[in-house]
Nanobody, 125 residues
Framework: VQLQASGGGLVQAGGSLRLSCAAS????????LGWFRQAPGKEREFVAALIWSLGSTYYADSVKGRFSISRDNAKNTVYLQMNSLKPEDTAVYYC???????????????????WGKGTQVTVSS
């Protein structure tokens, strides 16, 4: 599976961006597709994920209510709609795929098998 993330950019606080992650290759029914982010000097952290077959979604507490993850089955694409952006959301955002995931593992970075190159999101105050 190859992942291509896009949609990053510079936005003012309170603004919105939508990230896309196009997946090539087979996505299994119990695959997880997730977004992580890494700010300078910090560890890469979980942002949001979904289980492909179920469409069930999971969010970090820091983005709950502001970010929304969704998928387009026909395009093998996952989206991250980011609203009410804050300067602390500034980071490189990565999409990742886990061949087999569950509600217990979907937030765990080391469980993901494939990673795309990141896309920079910068939120100015």
């Amino acid at each position: 599976v190859q992942l291509q993330a896009s949609g990053g950019g510079l936005v003012q606080a309170g603004g919105s961006l939508r990230l896309s992650c196009a997946a090539s290759g087979r996505i299994f029914n119990n695959s997880g597709l997730g977004w992580f982010r890494q700010a300078p000097g910090k560890e890469r952290e979980f942002v949001a994920a979904l289980i492909w077959s179920l469409g069930s979604t999971y969010y970090a507490d820091s983005v709950k209510g502001r970010f929304s993850i969704s998928r387009d089955n026909a395009k093998n694409t996952v989206y991250l709609q980011m609203n009410s952006l804050k300067p602390e959301d500034t980071a490189v955002y990565y999409c990742a795929a886990d061949r087999a995931t569950s509600a217990h593992t979907v937030r765990i970075k080391r469980m993901y098998d494939y990673w795309g190159k990141g896309t920079q999101v910068t939120v100015s105050s």
